[in-house]
């Protein structure tokens, strides 16, 4: 099997909830964009390959991160997560190896739950592994549906799709996932957007992977607050006090 490994890192959005023009990704906490703290955090892994998918104010988030070892492609439509990853088709169709997705407004995602993150998706033999959470309030999240007793995932349920009994269900998907790149690539082919936000959701790659018989695996992050994005102000500002003196 091989150990290569590429990352797509989602920067297209615009943030609406954010009340400014500036792409989501550039708001700052203490002066850094917060997708420059999360590759920071990603660069250091190693990877073969790095694309980050642009898409509002393209070339402001160009220029921020001009120094960084990045390939840019473009999603002039917001469509959806696996729309999003679908930009990156061009660069990364003939890769061979497992390809990290993450949002990049998921600042402290930290280099120890990623590398677990890869190493449980190879001994698990995973077509897609999860990074999850657990939370006292999961609201808002997607919710991981496990096979019982097993480190396995049934479905991941979008929070607007989910019945009263899986919306009490505390363990939430994180939108981090590893996958097995050509597997990615073939399942998103076959995604639609028959839902309540109508999106092309990248966790239906999962529910794709399931019906054909592969398995996909989860693994929690140690701590939940690594996986909280970015959606507000309010939330900006919580993620600067929780990570204030790392």
């Known amino acids: 099997m091989t150990d290569r490994k590429a990352a797509i890192v989602l920067a297209a959005g615009k943030g609406k909830r954010m ?32 694309v980050l998918v642009i898409g509002h104010q393209a070339e402001l988030v160009r220029q921020a991160l001009a ?27 003939d890769f061979d190896g497992a390809t990290l997705v993450a949002a990049g ?16 998706h190879a001994r698990t033999g995973a077509a897609a592994t999860c990074l999850s959470a ?7 999240y997607g919710r991981i549906i496990r096979q019982e007793g097993t480190d396995l995932i049934e479905a991941v349920v979008e929070q607007k799709d989910a019945s009263a009994d899986i919306l009490k ?34 966790t239906d790659a999962v529910k794709i992977l399931r019906r054909k018989g592969y398995p996909v695996s989860v693994v929690p992050a140690p701590n939940p607050d ?21």
């Open 134 to 140: 657990v939370f006292d309030d999961p609201t808002g």
């Open 105 to 120: 407004d998921v600042p402290y995602l930290s280099r120890r739950s990623v590398e677990n993150l890869f190493a449980v």
């Open 169 to 202: 269900i505390r363990e939430i998907n994180s939108g981090t996932f590893c996958f097995n790149n050509r597997l990615l690539f073939q399942s998103i082919e076959e995604i639609g957007r028959d839902n309540a936000q109508r999106e092309y959701y990248l």
């Open 19 to 50: 009340k400014s023009d500036l792409p989501k990704v550039l708001h700052e906490i203490n002066g850094r964009p917060i997708v420059r703290i999360l590759l920071d955090r990603l660069i250091p892994i190693g990877f073969d390959r790095l």
């Open 67 to 93: 120094d960084y070892p990045v390939t840019f492609v473009l999603q002039k439509e917001q469509l959806g997560t696996a729309h999003a990853v679908e930009m990156a088709r061009g660069e990364l169709a």
């Open 226 to 246: 690594e996986v909280r994005g970015v959606n507000s102000l309010e939330q900006l500002r919580e993620l600067a006090e929780k990570f204030a003196v790392r």
